[in-house]
C-alpha cells in the first residue's frame, strides 16, 4: 500500500480520537479494520461462490438460477475455503448504513458476537467494547466512513487485487496502524509492539523455513507475521509451520488473535490469556525456533515461587530481575535441534548481580550461545535500554549432527551493530534492509548454512564481527559483550603528513575561537544597548 495513503488513513483516525486516550482507542479502531477485513474477504468469496454456480463445468455448479440466492447464505461454502462466515447484520455495507445512529457502538457490538457465535475460532477474542466508548458522539460513525475507504477487494481505485493481495493490504494498514499506537502511547505502547526492523533481523537468521514457531511473550504477533512474510519471499508455503504464542494481557492477547486471523493463520495461543512463567499454556511444547521480546528487567515476576522449577537448568534466576528466566524458559521449551532469537536488555550480557554471572556462565559453557548482536540505540519506541540479541542453538554440530551447516561447538559469534540503521524519526532509528542482510548474511556465513543466499566465506571483520572460542569468553569472566571482542574498526589513513594535518586543524581553531571571541562580543555590545550589561 501507498505509504502517502496509510499516513493519510492515519491522521485521520488520529484527528478523530479527539481527548481519548490512545491505548483504548486502539481496540476501537483495530476492531473495525477488523470487521472490514473479515467483511471484504466474505463478499470476495461470495462474487466467486455466484461464478461457480454458474459455471457448468465447475465442481459447484447450480443449473437452476433459483438456487443461487439460497447457496450463497450457506454457511459450508465460505468456510470450505478458510474464510470466515459473517451473518447479515454483521455484514459491513449493514454496518456502514446504520453508522449515523446514536446506537450504532451498540450495533456493532451486536455483530460481533454474532460473528464469535458463527466461528469458533474467534470465541472470546474480539472485543467488544464500542457501546460503551468515550468518543464524542458522532466520532464513531466518521471513523466506521473513515475505515470503509480502505478497499480491498479488486478494482476499488485502493491498488487492492481481491485475495492473497486484499490480506496482505490490510495485513500492512493493522501492521502501520499497530506502529503508530505504540508511537502514541510510549512506554505502554511498547509493551506489546517490537520495531519490525528489529523482528526483521531476528527472522532472517533464524530463518523459519518449517516446523513449530513459538513466541512466549507474543504481544500483537509481529514475530509470526514476519515470519510468514519470510517463507513466502523464499518461496516456501505458510502451511509449513505451526503458532504457538502465550500473552498475559487480554486486551493484546484479543489484539494477536485478530492480527493472525487477518492472514489466515491457525495459531494456538493457549486457552486464555496468562503469565508464562506461572501458567505455561504449552508444557509440553518443543519449539524448533523460538522468537521472542520479553519485557526488560522485570523484577515482580515472582520468581520466590518457582526456585525449584523444572526449567531452570542453568541456575535458579533471581526474583529481582526475569532475563534469565527467560532464556531458560526458551532454552526449556526448545527442540533437540531447536534455535532461538531473544531481545534483551544490554545488562544481560554482562550483570553479575545475584547469581545472573552463574547462569551465563552455565549457558556459555553449556554451548548454547550462538550468536550474540549489540543493538544501536534508539531502536525501540518504548525505552531507552540498550539492547541486545541472544541467538541460542541446542545443537552447534551443523551437518555432523543432521542439521545444516559447519559444527560450531565451542565457539561464539559476536556481531557490534551499534553503528548500523539510520534516524526514521528525531527520536527513534530504525534498519534499513540492507543493515538487516548485513547481520544476517553474517550469521550465515559464519555456520556455512547457506541461507538467505550468504555464498562466500566467513571473516572477521574488525569492529563488526568476530568469532570467539569459549576459552578466551572464560578469560573475559563470560561476559558477552560484543564490543569486548571484536575489536576497533581498522581506521582509514588519509595520507596527509602528522605535522601538516596538526598545524591544519590548529590553524582551523584559532579561526573558530577568533569567530567565537567576535561573536561574544556583539552580543555583550547588543545587551549593553538595551540595559543589560554582561
Sequence with gaps: MNQDLKKTLWAAADKLRSSM?????????????????????????????????????????????????????????????SVFWVPAPARWEAIRALAKQADIGVRIDAALEAIEADNPRLKGILDKRFGRTQLEPGKLGELVDLVATIGFAGGDGHGGQGGHRAKDLLGEVYEYFLGQFASAEG????????????????????????????????????????????????????????????????????LVAMNLAIRGFAADLGKEPADTFHR?????????????????????WGGERLAEDKRWMHGAPPSGNANYAWLQHILHHMSPRGQA???????????????????????????????????PPQLFINTQIPACLWFLAKDKRGAAGGGKGRDRRGEVLFIDARKLGRMDTRVNRVFDDEDVARVATTVHRWRGDGEAGAGGPYADVPGFCRAVKLAEIAEHGHVLTPGRYVGAEAAEDDDEVFNEKMERLTALLAEQMAKGAELDTAIRQRLGAIGYAV
Design 21 to 81: 486516550d490512545a491505548a483504548e482507542y486502539k481496540h476501537i479502531v483495530l476492531g473495525l479494520i477488523f470487521l472490514k477485513y473479515i467483511s471484504d474477504a466474505f463478499d470476495e468469496r461470495r462474487v466467486q461462490l455466484l461464478a461457480a454456480f454458474k459455471d457448468e463445468a465447475g465442481d459447484l455448479h447450480l443449473p437452476d438460477a433459483a438456487d443461487h440466492a439460497g447457496a450463497l447464505e450457506e454457511r459450508d461454502y465460505y468456510t470450505m475455503a
Design 187 to 254: 512506554k505502554k505502547g511498547g509493551q506489546f509492539y517490537t520495531p519490525a526492523s528489529v523482528v526483521k533481523v531476528l527472522v532472517e537468521v533464524l530463518a523459519p523455513h518449517h516446523g513449530r514457531v513459538y513466541d512466549p511473550c507474543c504481544g500483537s504477533g509481529g514475530m509470526f507475521v514476519q515470519s510468514e512474510k519470510f517463507i513466502e519471499a523464499h518461496g516456501g508455503k505458510v502451511e509449513d509451520i505451526s503458532i504457538y504464542g502465550q500473552e498475559a494481557n487480554p486486551t493484546t492477547w484479543r
Design 280 to 300: 505455561d499454556q504449552h508444557p509440553d511444547l518443543r519449539a524448533d525456533y523460538v522468537l521472542a521480546n520479553p519485557p526488560f528487567n522485570i523484577s515482580d
Design 341 to 375: 532469537g531473544v531481545v534483551l536488555a544490554n545488562g544481560s550480557m554482562s550483570s553479575n548481580q545475584n547469581n545472573e554471572g552463574t547462569i551465563r556462565k552455565a549457558m556459555v559453557d553449556a554451548d548454547v550461545v550462538d550468536v550474540m548482536v549489540a543493538l
